[in-house]
């Protein structure tokens, strides 16, 4: 088995700005990318306000999506916050202070290709930490019901996006967008445009939400009759003479960087509101109809899942390795026997904790009716195995074990998360949940197969005298 090599954390080697742009207010404001310690994250810093507050690129700080991504924590807000955080995630880059005069960043040519061209210039660094990624191990969805929009995460050996849109319209029907490897954000996806619809920007300008929009830095896509009094609005907010629809429907002479420009836009998308999950993903997105809404639903979800599993403490045990206890150690202190000891090997053990497994093999016994043909583990049973381990932990806190069984009282919300086969090895944690009184005790208990949680529950044990005959 290859030991799989460490990725370290990376920033920038020295500061780099440049200016542009407001996409929603039409003043000309700036974005300073500056170098960050490890563990920093991507941080936004208000530089217009007194004190110069700091915004964390983080989910919980979302305050809408209505025209991107925007957050707000303690009445600062950041505009507009994606295409920043793609081109960050884009080049790998995981710690960056992210300096603002204003509220949004300047929209440049409506993609990440400015941001990415500018940090490329500033250079960028290892650092001398370990990379937190978030290693996929079973598929994760989140669906809206009402738009049909889909978000689908599953295991994959780096980081991969595919998008699917279907815009149902005639002019730009649907498109699919991939990339294979995050490696290639640069050439692939960088330079993909924002873009808009003509019924949509005609609202917008309305509204007066668009004040530094251009032809230079969206596409429009004519998805109505161009009238002669929307032709004269569209003159006088683009600063243009002229206006005219090409014969891929497209407003004025804009050149698409890509056939499918608005999907691999999309994708741009998808890797700036992901990376407010504050952590390197390494799995294959699929999104089916993605949107900032769903973007940033999805990255709840996928958040709340990192915190529990993280909660969690995932034990790292090298299988390999010479364990602490043997099978016949362990039959020095539990009174088990085969068929029913389901505890093979102890790798820790300590006044608080074991960490123990188990080889599920098919010559199983309960495999012969459970199920013949679709062979699973009872759940009873990894409770059961669950059990022992915490009874090694706690008969290891009298001198004469042999002269002791462990009775357990009650199990609690126990949980099965996953399904155990034969081949599997089960990992046990048992943890105290409160010392150990009057031979009393109540333990937290876990167990995983290849690092993904299987079954969870909490116990309540007592130590008692064995009867000898």
Same mark, same amino acid.
């Given at each position: 088995m290859v030991k799989e090599k460490s990725i370290f954390q990376r920033t920038i080697s020295k500061p780099v700005s440049l200016k542009g742009v407001g996409l929603h207010t039409g003043a000309e404001v700036s974005v300073k990318f500056l170098p960050a310690k490890t563990y920093t994250g991507f941080v936004f810093k208000r530089v217009d306000i007194i004190g110069s507050p700091m915004v964390e690129a983080d989910i919980k700080w979302i305050s809408d999506t209505q025209r991107g991504t925007n957050l707000e924590k303690n009445g600062v807000k950041i505009q507009t916050s994606e295409h920043v955080l793609s081109a960050l995630?884009?080049?790998? +880059?995981? #710690?960056?202070i992210i300096e603002l005069n204003a509220s949004e960043p300047p929209i440049m040519d409506g993609s990440s290709h400015f941001f990415v061209k500018a940090l490329l210039k500033a250079g960028i660094k290892e650092q001398n930490a370990i990379v937190e990624e978030y290693i996929v191990k079973d598929i994760i969805n989140y669906k809206d019901k009402n738009t049909g929009s889909e978000i689908t995460l599953i295991p /994959?050996? @780096?980081?991969?996006i595919t998008t699917m849109v279907d815009f149902e319209t005639k002019i730009l029907g649907t498109q699919n967008a991939n990339l294979n490897s995050i490696s290639k954000y640069v050439d692939e996806i960088s330079s993909s445009r924002t873009f808009s619809f003509l019924h949509e920007l005609e609202n917008l300008l309305e509204n007066g939400l668009i004040k530094g929009g251009d032809l230079n830095n969206a596409i429009v896509y004519v998805d109505k009759p161009l009238s002669e009094t929307t032709m004269k609005r569209l003159k006088k907010a683009f600063k243009k003479d002229k206006i005219s629809v090409t014969p891929?429907? +497209?407003?004025d002479n804009l050149?698409? &960087?890509h056939p499918n420009e608005a999907a691999? &836009?999309? =994708? =741009?998308?998808? +890797?700036?509101d992901l990376a407010l999950v504050r952590h390197r993903i390494r799995g294959k997105i699929i999104a089916h109809k993605p949107g900032h809404r769903i973007n940033s639903e999805f990255a709840k979800k996928l958040s709340r899942i990192i915190k529990d599993e993280k909660r969690l403490d995932i034990p790292k045990i090298d299988l390999k390795l010479k364990p602490f206890m043997g099978v016949n150690e362990i039959m020095n202190i539990l009174p088990h026997r085969p068929p029913m000891l389901l505890v093979d090997k102890i790798y820790e053990l300590s006044?608080? &904790?074991?960490? /123990?497994?188990? #080889?599920?093999?098919? #010559? @199983?016994?309960?495999?012969?009716?459970?199920f013949p043909g679709n062979p699973v583990m009872p759940g009873v049973l990894q409770v059961e195995a669950m059990a022992q381990a915490g009874g090694v932990l706690l008969l290891n806190t009298v001198p004469d074990p042999e002269n002791y069984l462990t009775l357990f009282m009650k199990i609690d919300n126990v949980k099965f998360k996953s399904p155990v086969n034969p081949g599997d090895t089960l990992v046990f944690k048992l943890e105290l949940l409160s010392p150990i009184r009057r031979g009393i005790c109540e333990m937290k208990g876990s167990a995983f197969v290849n690092e993904k949680l299987?079954? +969870?529950? @909490?116990?309540? /044990?007592?130590?008692? $005298?064995? #009867? $000898? $005959?």
């Open positions: 995630v884009g080049l790998q +880059i995981d #710690n960056c /994959a050996d @780096e980081y991969q891929d429907g +497209i407003l050149t698409l &960087h691999r &836009h999309k =994708l =741009l998308d998808v +890797i700036g006044k608080t &904790h074991v960490l /123990a497994s188990k #080889n599920v093999t098919m #010559n @199983e016994p309960f495999f012969v009716g459970h299987t079954t +969870i529950g @909490e116990f309540m /044990a007592q130590i008692v $005298k064995r #009867n $000898k $005959k």
